[in-house]
């Protein structure tokens, strides 16, 4: 009938509240951070350009031995 299309809704929706949630938990044991990577000032938002422009790859870190002699 019509009302068991609710039940579905309702699973739909809390699983995915769920997925969206439950990332913070497991960043702030993982990382000691809400987020992995967190862009909120120009700073870090130059760094990563930085790696990018270095190693071709935002999420690898670079150091001194990227940097071409």
Same mark, same amino acid.
């Given at each position: @009938?019509?009302?068991e299309q609710f039940y579905s809704g309702?699973?739909?929706t809390a699983f995915v509240a769920g997925a969206? +949630? @439950?990332s913070y938990p497991f960043n702030?044991?993982?990382v000691g951070r809400k987020f992995r990577r967190n862009y909120c000032?120009? &700073?870090r938002v130059d760094l990563c350009k930085r790696d990018h422009r270095l190693t071709g790859n &935002? +999420?690898?870190i670079?150091?001194?031995e990227s940097i071409r002699d």
């Amino acid at each position: @009938m019509w009302f068991e299309q609710f039940y579905s809704g309702i699973i739909t929706t809390a699983f995915v509240a769920g997925a969206c +949630y @439950m990332s913070y938990p497991f960043n702030k044991w993982d990382v000691g951070r809400k987020f992995r990577r967190n862009y909120c000032t120009k &700073q870090r938002v130059d760094l990563c350009k930085r790696d990018h422009r270095l190693t071709g790859n &935002q +999420y690898t870190i670079s150091g001194l031995e990227s940097i071409r002699d």
